[in-house]
């Protein structure tokens, strides 16, 4: 694939995506960003969560670190 076709792919992606929310009113994309910020919250709490239990795994924090960062 060409630098080209890719950018020609991404411009498509983001003319279908404006062209969505340009039909949403405004208690449409609330409800949107809504969803959107709570999916990305669940993601990031696991992500440090996971990494916490590593470091508990490795040894490189005690169990009570870890109790105390997943309060």
């Not at 062209?19 to 709490?45: C, E, P, Q, R, Y």
Request: proline share 0%.
């Amino acid at each position: 694939m060409t630098t080209e076709r890719i950018s020609a792919f991404l411009t498509y992606c983001i003319a279908v995506l404006m062209a969505w929310l340009g039909n949403m009113d405004l208690k449409d994309i609330g409800t949107l960003a809504g969803i959107v910020l709570g999916v990305l919250m669940t993601f990031i709490s696991w992500y440090y969560k996971r990494k916490t239990y590593q470091l508990l795994i490795s040894g490189k924090i005690s169990r009570g670190q870890y109790e105390s960062a997943n309060r």
